[in-house]
């Protein structure tokens, strides 16, 4: 079926002028370990573990692993040349390289792996908080908490930044100001009474306790429920954009927010 498939567009390609490359055209099935072929045209191409598409890299079992690991893996990389570098510097200047350097690793399409697990959602964690204590080095005690030295720069975490950028995306889709395809993710709660509590959007039906939760359909509804009336009610973007920089979202039930305790899970 597949090849089927795949012989249809390449005469769709045909027709058109076009031509498939063959060295840029690979072969992923998700959260499958078979190991299968595709035959496109004169090349055999087999199925791969991972691949990258527009700079992100997808894993099979859609976890983003991968993916995050090299932001790690680069962020940590600048953050050493930032160190060796960093007497030179002024706290202004080496706050402005490691906003440039670090913290935009993780700027670059957050909503596609923003679900990832807790270990490496730690290892972000410990990566800003690293570059928040060489900024910040002769300011600050050893014993300060992560969550302090965020407040000392007036920052959230990248998970919290992620949240935020969601609830504009949210925000976008609403008043339809995201492409088609977003738009088509979500659909319009129909309230048949005017309660304060009603819903805007609908939350999809989750057959079991987790699964499903952790995806963009599911967990940007519930992002938007935790926004104050005065945020959603915004008349254009860029008001949204500016009031949602002082938000936190306090009260996230996804993964990442809860609290694990052992023995018990998450709480």
């Known amino acids: ?7 249809e567009v390449l005469n769709w390609f045909r027709i058109n002028e076009m031509k498939a490359n063959d060295d840029k055209s690979h072969l992923f099935i998700a959260n499958s370990n078979e ?3 595709l035959q496109l045209g004169c090349e055999s191409i087999y199925a791969r573990n991972s691949v990258k598409l527009l700079g992100i890299n997808i894993d099979k079992q859609l976890n983003f692993s991968e993916h995050v ?19 030179y510097l002024s706290k202004d200047k080496l706050r402005i390289l490691m906003k440039t350097f670090i913290e ?10 923003m679900f990832h697990n807790r270990t490496l959602n730690n290892k972000i964690n410990r990566l ?52 088609l395809p977003m738009q088509d993710i979500f659909r319009e709660q129909i309230n048949s009474y005017d309660l304060r509590n009603n819903r805007f959007w609908q939350v999809p039906d989750m057959k079991t306790v987790a ?16 926004l104050p009336d005065d945020i959603k009610c915004c008349e254009t973007l860029e008001e949204f954009k500016s009031k949602i920089r002082k938000w936190k979202p306090n009260g996230c039930t996804c993964r990442l927010c809860l609290d694990y305790v052992y023995h018990y899970g998450f709480i």
Request: charged share 30%; net charge positive; aromatic share 10%.
């Open 104 to 113: 935009s690793q993780f700027n670059y399409c957050p909503l596609v792996w």
């Open 128 to 179: 800003h908080e690293r570059a928040l204590r060489l900024v910040y080095r002769d300011e600050i005690h050893e014993n300060m908490s992560f969550q302090e030295l965020l407040d000392k720069d007036g920052a959230v975490s990248i998970h919290d930044r992620n949240l935020r950028k969601l609830a504009i995306e949210m925000f976008k889709v609403k008043n339809d100001l995201s492409p």
């Open 211 to 226: 699964y499903g939760t952790e995806t963009i359909r599911y967990r940007g509804t519930k992002t938007w429920e935790l």
């Open 1 to 7: 079926m597949l090849e089927l498939e795949t012989k």
């Open 35 to 37: 190991r299968t072929s």
């Open 69 to 87: 690991l090299y932001l790690c893996k680069k962020g940590n990389q600048k953050l050493h040349a930032l160190a060796r570098i960093s007497r």
